[in-house]
């Protein structure tokens, strides 16, 4: 069946530092696949998707490009700030149309100033 | 726009007692979800809906746990009767439909003593 692997947190970095959280994905056909962020207290957010091969997703400064030869889809950021302090999830959703997202289990990320 | 609106956002109750959870989805969107959260982990989907009709429940623990979405709207999911293993978080998400962004509300926390 489907699913997600995401590295183990938590990745605890400084202001400024380069971010990569990797992520890789088992999946029949051509998935879709997200980055979810979720801020402490509140709810999943969409950070940014991709939905083919060799697409790049970008919102806020991080970007993820959607491999398909190593069927990965890994988060990065130049520049972290204290404020992207949260909890990562990427998530695939199936070729078919069931709408069903499989996640990972996420990776916090504390920025320390 | 409001997103998705969830209450009760936190809920303690003795194991064998039963519990009910919320969901109003953005409007318009026709597709809603409900997700567990457990602690550490990414969400999972119980119960997808399009529309009232319940379109994928297979992972919905029917001995326990039922939910409705009367006219097609707001969405309820219940436990009954709820065991020390059903303390998690309560997701609901809803989407246009179901290849479309999932928008998740800041969910439930039901804590089962």
Not at chain 1, 89 to 99: D, E, I, K, Q, V
Request: hydrophobic share 30%; net charge negative.
């Amino acid at each position: 069946g489907n699913s997600v692997t995401q590295m183990e947190g938590p990745v605890t970095l400084s202001e400024e530092a380069f971010l990569t959280i990797n992520c890789t994905y088992t999946a029949t056909g051509y998935p879709s696949l997200f980055w979810y962020v979720q801020y402490p207290g509140e709810g999943l957010q969409l950070l940014l998707k991709a939905t083919k091969a060799d697409d790049k997703g970008s919102n806020k400064g991080f970007e993820a490009t959607y491999r398909k030869e190593t069927t990965s889809f890994h988060l990065e950021k130049g520049s972290v700030q204290v404020s992207d302090s949260a909890v990562y999830f990427c998530a695939l959703r199936g070729s078919g149309n069931t709408g069903k997202l499989i996640f990972g289990q996420g990776t916090t990320l504390q920025v320390k100033p | 726009e409001a997103g998705v609106v969830q209450s009760p956002r936190y809920k303690i109750i003795e194991k064998k007692q039963p519990v009910a959870f919320w969901c109003n989805p953005i409007s318009g969107h026709n597709t809603l979800y409900w997700y567990l959260q457990n602690l550490g982990q990414g969400p999972e989907l119980l119960i997808r809906y399009e529309n009232e009709e319940a379109v994928d429940d297979s992972q919905l623990p029917k001995d326990r746990f039922s939910a409705e979405r009367l006219k097609g709207v707001d969405s309820t999911l219940k436990i009954q009767p709820a065991e020390l293993g059903d303390s998690a978080v309560y997701l609901c998400a809803s989407s246009l439909n179901s290849q479309e962004t999932q928008y998740f509300g800041p969910g439930t926390r039901l804590l089962v003593l």
